[in-house]
């Protein structure tokens, strides 16, 4: 009886050098006894300090770096303010002592690094020596030269990586690759080296895919995937390779298959299994009568059976006819009724639970456990010697900072303006002189001033920081009375407060710029042109959000109308609490597609959507860097700009150059270049508008207006959809990640809502007009949460008007793969949970949780509630019966119509 297994972990390996021990000397080298564990004992209790140093001396570091930086704030604060007044000469004097405590500080953490390098050589002498005794005059192997300032360097490949940490690494082998692959390096099983090329354990991901996406390959590194075909074709003849299959079962026994050479052909040879020889292990070969065989997906057969084996048996392998391992198939658990689809499927039986672990010796003749030691000094080696380099560069760093603050300043007026004893008062940050903390006080309903933070530095200055998160060292996680009032700290990460925003949008209009920054450098911004929320009896809703510009892509305009959310507030249009669920404190829906008061993670994360997101640019599961909110006064000029950064000396005539990079002036050439777009986009618009009477007269998929035939007096604007069976459709509704809440009241359907490059209902009033100027049909295209699409059509499709209650007049035809959940609807009124028009003895929209055009009740509900999946309530969701039931969720739907052809 077969096993089923539930943990899976492929790895290649690049063939180790030959070992460097004298061959004319044969040598019985134990690698056991107490003298050789003592070796190891200690070599342990080493690299334990060495890490404990390490953390300890780069907490003390950072510490005196925040020191440093506070000193300098402190004496250029007091340099601006000496001229002010003759005391400050003592207090210069005090931060100079400081200065010098904390150099000294610095001074005895080096003490403790070269304290630690001593000891390291002395470790190599011990070794140097251990080594001519054991292994004659054989030359030790050691690692690479290359670069020793960090790490973001590529390397050959997965066993020329001199780190005992299995990670994500950049690897850049020989021909025939051009370009640096990142993949998944295994350094802890049989001492390492290893390219992890697919790695399954809970089933997280859909394995059942089409050619295309396993050439490429699919899923994240971090988490279960499939590295490409491609990839792997590309390793395995760049250099010989071996391979071995890591399974588990679900009762915890482990074994594993090894096959002492591997290759891959390329895609022209459908991937055939070249070479797979030299089996041993205790799992049972049941790869090897899968050679020469070519791989096979669901749509491209290249097995040797008569039946498409990847269909079949729900997988896709070299299969032959069709096989006795099938890694890629289904993922269930445990004993199944279903032969041979379950994924992991390894047709021997497993070994006994205390089946040895196979060895592959590193340096053969000088023996297995030796070779380990020798791993790990090289490797304590490589990180003392790279410590020690990035500690030298953070004095260096410290030192110029320190030696800057000696020299002469050319003019007290250039040093940035900490207002710490300005009490002037502003109307606002227009009329501060630079970026910093000052006192505003706008119009009404401001009573007294208040004081922001004010950025004079993008895009011509006058902003207010509204929120600003950097380094994740304040909470987000907090109450709404904090939220109302603000925390943080003005010179570090703060939430200014839900208070004050609303009282500086309501006083005048103001406009919104986020600033995004991921972990690898990335910037980008996402503009609003119009900005306002509501009072605390509002809950501080979002009542104004317009005007989006900027590559970061628009996450904030679905969200408005939206109240404002935290653990003890919730306001959200969610069934369970948005702000619980996800960590944070937002303007949520159902949920969010933004999340910039979320937990402060770095970079890429398994959690799904808490961290501190900004989903267009980096998706649910990626958390940023740094994120800042500011706004500041709608000001109807248009700007010439130029960014010059630069000191005049006294009576010097010369001024620094313009700088034209940085941040900074890439976003304002961007913001440039975006309203010149829009200016050419909106002009070309008003030029060809009278051309376009449908979207089937348009250019390309897109938002147009458009001016069909009567009954319309004035043109409307539409999402057109140029790409689905040759195009000419509008977009009617459009769900996908639940961002828009559609649990809306007779008005809001009436006149639509929703943004049209979001999630949106276009309003019944323009369904009506379109369908009654001419024959309309309908299409329905819905996807659900395992990826699976499917559709509905209908040849015609046509409502009534609001006095009719934009009955369902005309409907039939259908056609598709999605079963026919719509036909019921024919003669039914459109209801929603304040206009009861179904012909139920209840009231189905509240019961439901939707709006539709309902009976007693439905059979498709695709503006109800946006849950995922599987659900244990009973037909409250966005469903179409007939597709998944009325206990399944689906992911996206979207509702397109166009003119029927002649």
Known sequence: MSRKLCLLTFLLLCSLVAPQCDSTAPLNTSSSGFAFEMILVKLQLLEHQFIVHNMETEEKITVLSAKIENLIKNVESLAWTAQQTEETANQL????????????????????????????????????????????????????GGSLGGIDHSYKSCNKIPFLVSGVYTIQPEKPFKKAITVLCDQEYESGGWTVIQHRFDGSLNFYREWQEYKDGFGNLDDEFWLGLDRIHQLTNAEPHELVVLLEDFEGNKTHAKYDQFQIGNEHEKYALNVLDGYSGTAGDSLGGAKAMKFSTFDSDNDSHTTNCASVYHGAWWYAGCHQSNLNGKYLRGHTEEYATVVLLWCDQLAAQNASKPVRLTVEECGYAFGLVLNKLNTLEYRLMERELLIESKLSSLSALIESLQQPQCNTTSLPVYNHTVETVYSSCQKAPSSGVYKIQPEKPFKEPITVLCDQEYDSGGWVVIQHRFDGSTNFYRNWKEYKHGFGNLDGEFWLGLDRIYQLTVSRPHELIVLLEDFEGNKTFAWYDRFEIGDEHQKYNLTRIDGYSGPAGDCLGNVKGMKFSTFDQDNDTWENQCAVTFAGAWWYSACHSSNLNGKYLRGPTKEYATGMVWEKFRGHYYSLNFASVINMLKVSLLFALTLSVGVQCESSSETSSVVKDGFAFEMIMTKLKLLDDRLTQTAQLMENSSEYKFCSAVPASGVYKIQPEKPFKDPITVLCDQEYDSGGWVVIQHRFD????????WKEYKHGFGNLDGEFWLGLDRIYQLTVSRPHELIVLLEDFEGNSTIAKYDLFEIGHEDQKYVVTKMGGYSGTAGDSFSGTKGMKFSTFDADNDTWENQCAVTFAGAWWYSNCHSSNLNGKYLRGKTAEYATAMEWSSFRGHHYALKSAKMMIRPTRA
């Open 93 to 144: 004097k005090l931060n100079g002592k400081y200065i010098a405590k904390n150099l000294t500080a610095i001074q005895s953490d080096l003490t403790s690094v070269l304290t630690e390098q001593k000891l390291l050589g002395a470790k190599n002498q011990w070794k140097d020596q251990y080594l001519s005794q054991r292994c004659g005059n054989s030359t030790i192997l050691t690692l690479n």
């Open 738 to 745: 639940g961002s828009t809440n559609f649990y809306r009241n």
